[in-house]
């Protein structure tokens, strides 16, 4: 079946949101086996809105629609969905005593303009939304389903997954399943050529990406069954993990951090970061994950050369030597992150952000990592050969390559 994405709010249209709603959309769809045609968004408009759905109507056997579900006057979804669809809105009374619900257990009276949320299209089925006031809807109308969604994330996604893709499920006809070869440490282009014979496939299929810094593979099957997909895929993932070797960092996992942090844990072990042109974002990324008290001792912002020799103990005859933007420079905070974090490995890094070079003649992107655990030392040169407005890439890139470094001592 077809399927379609409309998104409604003036707050896309003007870029003062991302639309993170689509992209999760789209995947789940997929991996769902429906076949999304087309993205669109639409501000707060109803002539346009309306327009925009009839063609969406048009074209697709499935309409999603997020945002526009709320209490205020250009909250404009439903009523436009069910004038497209001649159908009246009806006041759900199940979906009215969960918005009651909802403020009550907040010491609050619901609003009258809340009334309006639990209007919904005749006949059609709701889904509770157990994170806001919101509800959605499905709507089968003349062979075609319509869904209204809430725009907020945490409200959309815990609604799909428990609500609309079980009712979903009964249009899809089979299954699809994917699965995730994430690497590190080889571009997209090296990737795909090393891995052509499987590009060829039809069966499961697979496909490369790019994404800052690092490459995957996405290995997808069509079958009966979740569970037959799912073993059409296996022998094609272990293949490419077999092929990619230790630039394989995780089948289905999130990020670099995820599997770091998960390392970490399972061998007890604990690091000491010492960052300087990544400023905070190692330290940042391995607490994004849950569990990340036990494995993070400190992270230490040494910006400035004093504290890099007052606090990391780098010596000043290593900067004038070498530079500040050194390899030198990195072992040093390494083995001063090791010595006053008093963790298990100890890693700095120190380089340039940009957007311009330094006096040495080294380049806006050039980073040194070191990692350490007191006996060996492993380092590392990243050169992103980007400048000018790329900081926010360098950085993240350079966190990444720590962030890989500390995964290969792990696995070594």
């Given amino acids: 079946m077809k399927a379609e994405i409309v998104s409604v709010g003036t707050e896309l249209l003007l870029g003062d949101i991302v639309n993170t709603d689509a992209q999760f959309l789209a995947g789940e769809l997929a991996r769902m086996g429906f076949t999304v045609l087309y993205h669109s968004t639409v501000g707060d408009n109803a002539q346009r809105l309306a327009a925009l759905l009839d063609t969406a109507l048009s074209r697709s056997d499935i309409v999603l629609t997020t945002g526009g579900l709320g209490p205020t006057a250009d909250d404009l979804t439903k009523e436009v969905c069910a004038k497209s669809l001649g159908l009246p809105l009806v006041e759900d009374a199940e979906s009215l005593r969960r918005i009651e619900a909802f403020f009550h257990a907040r010491g ?10 639990a209007l919904l299209p005749q006949g059609c089925t709701a889904f509770r939304n157990d994170h806001g006031t919101a509800p959605g809807c499905a709507v089968e109308w003349k062979g075609k389903i319509v869904i209204l969604l809430p725009g907020p994330p945490r409200e959309l996604k815990p609604m799909f997954f428990e609500q609309v893709a079980p009712y979903l499920a009964q249009f899809a006809g089979g299954a699809i399943v994917s699965h995730t070869v994430r690497t590190f440490g080889i571009g997209e282009s090296a990737m795909a050529e090393r891995a052509a014979p499987y590009l060829r496939q039809e069966n499961p299929t697979v496909a490369p990406y790019a994404k800052d810094g690092e490459a995957l593979l996405r290995v997808t099957a069509r079958a009966a069954s979740r569970e037959e997909a799912d073993a059409l895929c296996r022998p094609t993932v272990d293949a490419l993990c077999a092929l990619y070797g230790d630039l394989v960092y995780g089948v289905d996992a999130e990020s670099l951090q995820q599997v770091v942090v998960r390392m970490l844990r399972e061998r007890g072990m604990k690091v000491g970061l010492a960052e300087s042109c990544t400023a905070g974002l190692i330290a940042k990324r391995i607490t994004e ?60 890094v120190t380089g340039l952000a940009g957007p311009d070079g330094d006096d040495r ?37 350079t966190a990444s390559n720590a962030l890989d470094l500390i995964r290969l001592y792990l696995s070594d």
Avoid at 302 to 327: C, M, W
């Fill in 108 to 117: 609050q009276s619901m609003p009258e303009t809340n009334r309006k949320q």
């Fill in 289 to 348: 994950i849950p569990g990340a008290s036990e494995v993070l001792e400190c992270g230490i912002v040494s910006y400035s050369n004093r504290i890099k020799q007052e606090l990391l103990g780098v010596s000043p005859d290593t900067i004038a030597k070498y530079g500040v933007i050194s390899a030198e420079t990195a072992a040093e905070m390494a083995t001063g992150a090791l010595r006053v974090s008093g963790a298990d490995i100890g890693l700095g």
């Fill in 361 to 397: 003649g080294n380049p806006a992107g050039l980073s040194f990592i070191a990692l350490t655990d007191g006996s060996r030392t492993l380092a590392r040169t990243v050169n992103t050969g980007r400048g000018g407005g790329n900081r926010e890439y360098n950085r993240f890139v």
